[in-house]
């Protein structure tokens, strides 16, 4: 039976894979895009998700020049202008977009419209075939033909297969390539709310002994509250009905969050994984297959955006895959591993209530938020400017 080959094969269609497809048919190549749900059709009565991500002007700039932004703003993006970190109140760090002559800082966006955004964009193009539901059984990289077997019982094959399936990435493991890893005994809950807080485009971050609370702003009269504690204590928030966590989260967050209603919520668990490489044998990964990182900062989607804006420019500037690959891997392992890094140190040192830490850490915060060009600088380089 005669396989159907594609250039590529990308084996996952979230938010880095549909950009990742999304890319390389619009530099004329085919390509099979492997996934195993569709994403949901939006309606704007529709509840908000409870997966947002913060993006950052260089991921807007990047969707809009594969075409899928002016999908995504159609449906719901929340614009933000300042970010704020503290601890104690008059030791805060605070950020603007007016500091760097720039009209917003970014969007808050649910993942599942970000994703859907890209997929209507990727409608159009006859060099794309959608493979879904389906997802990756086994794979034979052996060969020039990368020999791919699908849970539907197809066989397609590509020069190239993207690993974009995410943190327990299949295709990591199925070329054995390995990862740094360890957890960070912690848990994030994240709860929307309708709110009557005044903070409709400042996101902001407050640390606690225990862990951060953060707001994350969802448009005038909603919100989205992240609250990192210990496993246990999130365990038991999970269990609470909307008025008991309301009293807990009235009790624990700062007054600024103002009269909450609990729409619904979830929690998952925090780790850190890096892999030793991003490619081997004509496989490479992009995103959370690569690497994920702390949420404190909120960089673990527009890491991906930038694995994608780096490979694809790798894979346009070369016709030599390996060298394409190489060059990808050098690009972004090491700002990768610079950003987990500096996201492990600020948690580190802001997770105990070790008086003289506590001292330094708040001087530093203070003396951060009067560091004029350093502190444009930090921004930049978190914005990916």
């Known amino acids: 039976m005669t396989k159907t080959h594609y250039d590529v094969a990308v084996i996952g269609g979230g938010m880095v894979g549909a950009a990742t497809a999304l890319g ?91 994703q859907l955004g890209l997929w209507e964009a990727m409608q159009p193009f006859a060099n794309i ?19 791919i077997t ?88 999970s269990q609470l009905d909307p008025a008991a966590l309301k009293l807990e989260i009235e009790t624990h967050f700062p007054k600024r969050v103002g009269n909450v209603t609990v729409k619904n919520h979830a929690s998952f668990p925090l780790k850190r994984r890096h892999a030793h490489q991003y490619y081997k044998e004509g496989v490479v990964l992009v995103g959370d297959s690569a690497h994920t990182i702390n949420p404190l900062a909120g960089q673990g989607v527009n890491l991906g955006f930038k694995d994608v804006s780096a490979l ?17 891997q050098s690009a972004r392992k090491a700002d990768n591993l610079m950003m987990q890094t500096a996201m492990d140190v600020f948690y580190l040192g802001f997770s105990n209530n070790i008086g003289p830490f506590k001292i330094l850490r708040n001087i530093g915060l203070k003396l951060a938020d009067n560091a004029g060009p350093l502190k444009h600088q930090a921004l930049k380089y978190a914005l990916g400017l």
């Not at 075939?129 to 020999?147: G, I, N, T």
């Open 150 to 237: 699908l849970s539907s019982g197809k066989e397609i094959t590509a020069d190239l297969i993207v690993g974009a399936d995410g943190a327990h990435s299949k295709v990591r493991q199925s070329v054995g390539i390995g990862i740094t890893a360890w957890d960070y005994r912690q848990d994030c809950l994240l709860i929307n709310v309708d709110t009557d807080c005044q903070d409709t485009d400042v996101t902001w971050q407050w640390f606690t002994a225990s862990g951060p609370r953060s707001y994350l702003p969802m448009g005038e009269g909603a919100g989205c509250l992240v609250w990192y504690d210990s496993p246990k204590r999130i365990k038991q928030l």
């Open 24 to 114: 390389l048919a619009n530099q004329g190549k085919t390509v099979a895009i492997i996934e195993g749900r569709q994403p949901r059709a939006f309606d704007a009565t529709q509840q908000h998700d409870i997966r947002i991500s913060a993006i950052s002007k260089t991921s807007v700039d990047l969707l809009e020049r594969l075409g899928a932004w002016s999908f995504i703003q159609s449906k719901r993006v929340y614009p933000y202008t300042g970010l704020q970190t503290w601890e104690l109140d008059n030791c805060y760090t605070r950020f603007d977009a007016a500091s760097l002559d720039l009209p917003l800082l970014g969007y808050m966006v649910e993942n599942r419209l970000l």
């Open 129 to 147: 075939r959608f493979y879904c539901p389906d997802a990756l059984v086994s794979m034979d990289v052996s060969s020039a033909e990368k020999q």
């Open 312 to 328: 694809l420019q790798a894979l346009q500037d070369s016709d030599d895959m390996f060298s394409s690959l190489h060059t990808y």
